[in-house]
């Protein structure tokens, strides 16, 4: 039976069951086989869809989606989904690179360690179903070509740039500590578009680094290999391997290697369920005194140090030789310690003015300013997802164009969190920002967020969209992203009077048409 095509437009003068009878004539009559005409006549092939390439949907969600479908297209469906490049690949050809290439399985930092177990898992079950072939199919393996020199200021040849200033934007008393970081790239030529993310390679805190290797009672002047390198022990903690993250693998070996058979049993059973969110190598070794491994078997065993993307701030077009980013420096309490995160603070708080750090420039193929000069904006950044959108204003500022433009951006406490509000504020008295739409959640006894202000002004939010308005989003895949979605479907059916199912349409539309794009992590 020919399969229904729909060749009616969506928009056409029909009602929807009409329209779905006129898609079946026509298939019909027309033999559809995928191409006008049938398959013998030699229409294209059907280009492949990746349902689950949504960083909405739970792993297992993604995992049923992807079942059945070849071993490269499952370990893409444990990805985090967020293609952001940190693997320095994005989720389709990462998955591609451990299928074909070898590449290592823990590199998905959005991802984390649910990613790399199901990976493990994928993994063990190709290699199982397919052991019978598994040694020949290594000697017919071609030896891996060596990789040319990459371009200055990418992520194989990062550029040492330099740290101009990192300028805190909250008040006093903030439970936040937000940094405008501006990084200087010199006369290196290296450049960016309003969209990109700089990426940084962090150190470790060198005091988490010293109190390990105190712990493990070594100096850190060892000689251990790094990838095929002979670095000292040190070096290798605060600039190779990730002590913030012990991998299942780490555990393990510390197991293996604990001289009190207690101590050995627990940390069998931590393997097995894996460390505790916040629990790092350093809270392990000073619980585990007895599990003392060989310092190199530890070193082949802990994950990269990764790098880290942020959001750039700034518009080459005004700032072409300086990136300009917003950074929230992580800290909280973790197992009665404080817990700093590695790369913000590395970067806003511990690396001195005219530091060096490695950055490149991690491209973004669709999160752009739209070319169309006249076209409307609706930017939603709440946070340092505000971040992008500095550099969209810039942006169209150089740029002359006459788009209106409407932000919706939120924080804790307007007095405290209202960062960039000079800038916004200058902008909006200029014209640059037609609308500024603001939620402080915690400025009412009822919290509210960017997801409310937008339902609150959804006739507004509708005719904008109606005049052919590009909305952009930055920020929190798990949450806010979630949440201004279904406000957005909320706002697409109840303006524009349609069903559930129609709603999703006009959204997916608006994707397909690049009028919703998402930054988001």
């Not at 008393?173 to 940094?179: E, H, V, Y």
């Not at 003015?353 to 750090?357: I, K, P, T, Y």
């Not at 539309?509 to 009028?515: A, C, Q, T, V």
């Given at each position: 039976m020919p399969t229904q095509v729909n060749l009616i437009p969506e928009d056409a003068p029909f009602e929807e069951g009409q329209r779905e009878w006129l898609n079946g004539l026509i298939s019909a009559l027309a033999g559809w086989e995928g191409s006008l005409g049938g398959a013998e006549q030699g229409g294209g092939e059907e280009k492949e869809s990746f349902p689950w390439h949504d960083p909405a949907m739970e792993i297992?969600?993604?995992m049923?989606?992807?079942e059945g479908k070849p071993h490269e297209r499952q370990l893409m469906a444990a990805m985090a989904q967020l293609d952001c490049g940190q693997c320095g690949y994005l989720c389709k050809t990462y998955a591609?690179?451990?299928a074909f290439d070898g590449e290592a399985l823990n590199r998905c930092v959005p991802g984390g360690k649910e990613t790399e177990r199901k990976l493990k898992e994928l993994e063990a079950e190709h290699e199982a179903a397919n052991a019978g072939g598994k040694e020949e199919a290594e000697e017919e393996k071609p030896k891996p070509k060596p990789k040319k020199t990459a371009p200055l200021g990418t992520r194989d040849n990062p550029l040492m740039a330099k740290l101009k200033s990192s300028t805190p934007l909250n008040a006093e008393?903030?439970?936040?500590?937000?940094?405008h970081v501006v990084v200087d790239l010199g006369d290196s030529a290296v450049e960016y578009t309003a969209g990109d993310s700089m990426g940084i390679f962090p150190e470790n805190d060198p005091r988490t680094v010293d109190a390990i290797l105190a712990d493990l009672d070594v100096s850190g002047g060892e000689t251990v290999q790094v990838d095929g390198e002979d670095l000292l022990l040190r070096q290798a903690l605060l600039k190779h391997r990730d002590v913030t993250k012990p991998s299942d693998e780490v555990i393990a070996l510390l197991a293996e290697h604990a001289a009190d058979a207690d101590e050995a049993e627990d940390l069998k059973m931590l393997a097995g369920r894996g460390a505790e969110e916040g629990q790092t190598l350093l809270e392990l070794v000073r619980v585990y005194p007895s599990a003392r491994p060989p310092v190199q078997a530890l070193v082949d065993e802990l994950g990269p140090l990764q790098p880290r993307l942020y959001s750039i701030a700034s518009?080459?077009?005004q700032y072409p030789n300086e990136i300009h980013t917003t950074v929230a420096v992580v800290k909280t309490a973790v197992y009665g310690r404080g817990y700093k995160g590695v790369a913000s603070t590395f970067l806003a708080k511990r690396l001195s003015?005219?530091?060096?750090?490695p950055v490149y420039i991690q491209k973004s193929d669709e999160f752009r300013v739209n070319a169309d000069p006249d076209h409307p904006a609706i930017m939603i950044g709440p946070g340092t997802g505000i971040a992008p959108f500095i550099a969209f204003l810039q942006e169209r500022e150089a740029l002359g164009h006459a788009g209106k433009n409407w932000l919706f951006f939120g924080n804790p406490e307007s007095a405290k969190d209202h960062i960039y509000r000079d800038q916004l504020e200058a902008w909006r008295r200029e014209g640059l920002i037609s609308r500024l739409t603001l939620a402080f959640s915690r400025d009412q006894e009822e919290k509210v967020y960017v997801q409310n202000r937008m339902l609150e002004q959804a006739r507004e939010f509708w005719a904008w969209l109606q005049a052919g308005a590009v909305i952009y989003i930055c920020g929190d895949a798990s949450r806010m992203a979630k949440d201004v979605d279904a406000a957005l479907h909320r706002i697409v059916g109840e303006q524009g009077g349609m069903d559930e199912k129609a709603a999703a349409r006009y959204v997916a539309?608006?994707?397909?048409?690049?009028?919703y794009l998402r930054d988001v992590y």
């Open positions: 297992d969600e993604r049923e989606l992807a591609e690179a451990i008393g903030s439970s936040k500590d937000t940094r518009s080459s077009k003015r005219h530091g060096e750090v539309k608006l994707s397909g048409n690049e009028r």
